[in-house]
């Protein structure tokens, strides 16, 4: 769609459519910071840059509790990445948890692109720092982290590399090998339409297959590694590797969505700053791993005869030869062609203002706490939390976080 085209559009209005609390109920409304040991020069610092430290504001509950909940979803993001790590990234003693790696996974991955090992090695690296960041400045303002290793029981993978004594005892907090995930983030940032202005938009999945039952996306044991040569991985094997790119992408959309969502209601400007400096390197890492997806070769495969197999189906197609842009540009939510990688300008805020390249979702109803929980939940990520019908209470607890931060207003 042309520009005035698109401005006519959308001025017609034709688019609009209509464990957990860890102490929190001890804190005060407002907490004042407290430096560590050696921060007074950086203070000192910041204040020369930002000007007045007091003009930052008190630190309130609601500023906790969003900080909070990040800090404990963080460390979730940061136990998937360790896995990937362990089986597919560059080996080096950076990263926590590597154990020499496994060389044909790694190959595998390659085919999405030759540097596949260096940027899963960056992005858990990335992640451990968020966790270990945010949980030390809950510290530097007399809160309490959020503390999730008793609920590290998952099975590690049995695959060569795999750390089988991580944290100790192996125990994992999520389940990479029984995977549902929502592709639809693909269209989504090549459609014009916004989910949070066209709440029944329709975004179509760029791997449909990978939406239905429940996927692998590293391998289990070295069955699913048989048959492999580093020059020539198995369909199997590039399968779950495939899986494993369109899952970082997923996994990396959400955290480009929650930040902004969750910006919107924090009260402290330095609170503010954190979210505002953390949120933009999940994009930059959603920005990689869709590019990445895209190089997915045309395949199919069928998980049966390994253990652990879930006799789940799935078709990889050449998206780099599926439907581009349009003109005018398709309301379908359809637009799937692999090069697409910048979001393309949605409408955003009233139909009277012209379309824009934005970050979307980032509404609380669309991309708040609550919601990135359940699009965890949705994906598998939990499973095995929950077992002969009892929980451990792992998903509960991060609910109970993310509706504090959901709930926490912005102070005047």
Request: glycine content about 10%; charged content about 20%.
């Amino acid at each position: 769609m042309k520009g005035n085209d698109r401005r006519a559009f959308l001025k017609n209005g034709m688019l609009a459519a209509g464990a957990a609390t860890l102490g929190a109920g001890l804190l005060p409304e407002a907490l004042s910071a407290r430096l560590l040991p050696g921060d007074a020069a950086a203070v000192a610092a910041g204040a020369a840059v930002d000007g007045d430290a007091e003009a930052l504001g008190p630190v309130t509950k609601g500023d906790i509790a969003i900080l909070r909940f990040l800090q404990a979803l963080e460390q979730v993001e940061a136990d998937l990445w360790i896995q990937y790590s362990e089986l597919g990234g560059t080996q080096d003693n950076e990263v926590s948890g590597v154990n020499g790696g496994n060389p044909l996974y790694a190959a595998a991955l390659q085919i999405l692109d030759g540097d596949m090992p260096q940027y899963i090695h960056d992005n858990t690296d990335d992640e451990i720092s968020h966790a270990a960041f945010l949980g030390k400045y809950l510290e530097s303002k007399g809160a309490e982290p959020a503390d999730l290793q008793p609920f590290r029981h998952l099975p590690s993978s049995k695959a060569t590399g795999a750390n089988q004594g991580f944290g100790g005892d192996g125990g994992r907090l999520t389940n990479l090998t029984q995977l549902t995930i929502d592709t639809s983030f693909w269209s989504r940032y090549r459609s014009i339409t916004n989910p949070d202005f066209d709440p029944g938009a329709k975004f179509a999945q760029a791997v449909p297959d990978l939406f239905v039952g429940q996927h692998t996306a590293i391998p289990r044991t070295d069955d699913d590694t048989a048959g492999s040569t580093v020059g020539s991985p198995s369909t199997h094997l590039q399968a779950i590797a495939f899986t494993a790119g369109f899952h970082f992408a997923f996994i990396e959309q959400g955290g480009t969505s929650l930040y902004p969502a969750l910006a919107q209601k924090v009260t402290n400007l330095e609170v503010l700053r954190i979210l505002l400096s953390i949120g933009p390197s999940e994009t930059m890492h959603f920005q990689t791993w869709q590019d990445k997806a895209g190089n997915a070769l045309p395949i199919t495969d069928t998980d049966v005869g390994f253990p652990g197999s879930t006799g789940s189906s799935v078709t990889f197609s050449t998206l780099s030869a599926a439907q581009g842009e349009t003109n005018p540009e398709s309301l379908k939510g359809d637009t799937l062609q692999s090069n697409l990688i910048m979001p393309e300008p949605t409408h955003f805020l009233r139909p009277s203002f012209p379309p824009v390249a934005i970050v979307r979702p980032t509404s609380t109803r669309n991309a708040g706490a609550v919601a990135a929980v359940q699009s965890f939940v949705d994906d598998g990520l939990f499973i095995g939390h929950t077992v002969n019908g009892k929980s451990d209470g792992f998903v509960e607890l991060l609910f109970r976080l993310a509706v504090r931060a959901d709930e926490a207003r912005r102070g005047l």
